[in-house]
């Protein structure tokens, strides 16, 4: 029946008066629903343009990256005993650490395409890499990859292991600028940061990102290291056995109750001052490691010289000895307890063992005018004389630093479907 016999039909009808209410009843009743189901479906409408509003950041990270529920890198729990911090300038944010995990892991940041922050900083290795050499865009990289675990947890602000980066922002764009790791570095026929900075404002999806963390699409090189640095500062660790131990001792020099007799040598070894030859009463003859890594969060001392290792990397005749800027001795292990990768800026040492034996035993070399005097011991050299169970103690110590989680939560994994 059409609507048009319907009201053709109307006059016809002789209803009794009292049928109207109910007939207006029943008009009220489905209009309700009408407008309900109407209703339903523009909020359906809302949420799907929700999503919708991100097409571009849905496509290429699917239910990775979700703009409306943000992964949580601002609210993490820092422990009360952690003090040092060097976020100041620039807090960590989730939108903006979101945006810096993609930049990080976007081989897009390398002129062939190829390489991103992510192939010489690998989370399985604590962002470390286990070659000594690590593999650019253009060559290989002239010192050992650092770990990336709680740099943001240091009194030194400067990055690198020669401190040539003035902050963090400042370093997060180098490597981008470098010929040998990802090629924009703008001489001798590379392409400028400009170049990089168009082709990415090409990418859809950062349209969308840097559109949701500053409110406008526009990429530069502050942005884009802002974003970086949060992302980086982003990685904490603080699942470690020391972090159980000290949580409840709540006092470096004391015992840990979670620790063997072993780790607790370990412990007092590392934390007590070398004696000096011949130096009367002195407690305990300690390793020194404390005056220059400090825990809890074991950054280096920033009046930190030269630690004695002075090779260049690929290179052992030539030599530098420019190094004092380590990173925090946290995650030297894998969860597996094996080494993720190399130690020292020249990548020349591969085991705890291996680390002990260099403090150990430090030779004055005329070479190095830049060694620490702690470690000079007034132009004699340092020899510690630990015995093997003293060495095997502090090693122990050093593999209770390593935490878990930062080597699978997925806030710190590449967010590309592909
Ligand atoms: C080709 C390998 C490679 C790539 C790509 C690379 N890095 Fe590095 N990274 C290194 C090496 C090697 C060092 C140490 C260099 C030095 O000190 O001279 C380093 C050092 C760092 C440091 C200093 C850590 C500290 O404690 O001082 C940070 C931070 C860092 N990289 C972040 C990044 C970011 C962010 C990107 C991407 C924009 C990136 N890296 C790309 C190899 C790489
Ligand atoms: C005088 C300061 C100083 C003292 C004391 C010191 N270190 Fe270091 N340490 C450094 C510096 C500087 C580096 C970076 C050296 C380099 O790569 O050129 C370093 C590097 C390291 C590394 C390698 C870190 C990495 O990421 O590759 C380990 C491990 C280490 N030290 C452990 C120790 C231990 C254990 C002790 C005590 C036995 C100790 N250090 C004492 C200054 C010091």
Redesign the pocket.
Known sequence: MTVGNCQQEHPMIKEPIIMRPNKLFVFAVLAAFVLFTFFQACKKGTDTTLINTYPAVLAAFGSNIDLNNLSNYTGQTIPAYITKDNSAADPVTNAGATLGRVL?YDKN?SVTNT?A?A???KQSMAFGDSVIQ???ANGL??????R?VN?RFAQEVR????KRAAS?ED??TQ??QNHN??GYSGANGDPGIGVLIAKLQAIPYYNELFKFVYGDSVITQTRMQNA?SQF?RSIQSFDSKFDAGMAVANNLNQDFSNYTAQENLGKQLFLAPPALPGAPGVPILGAGCQGCHRAPEFDIDPNAANNGIISVAGNPLLTDITNT?P?SLRNLLNPAGKPNGLFM?DGSINSLAGVINHYNLIAINPINTNLDPRLANGGKGQSLNLSQPQKDAIAAFLATLSGNDVYTNKKWASPFLK
């Open positions: 990080f940041l390489i922050c192939s010489c900083h690590s593999l650019g990289t002239a010192r050992h990859s650092m990336l740099a990055f690198f292991w020669d963090l370093q997060t490597p981008i790791e990802m970086m980086v800027n990173p800026h």
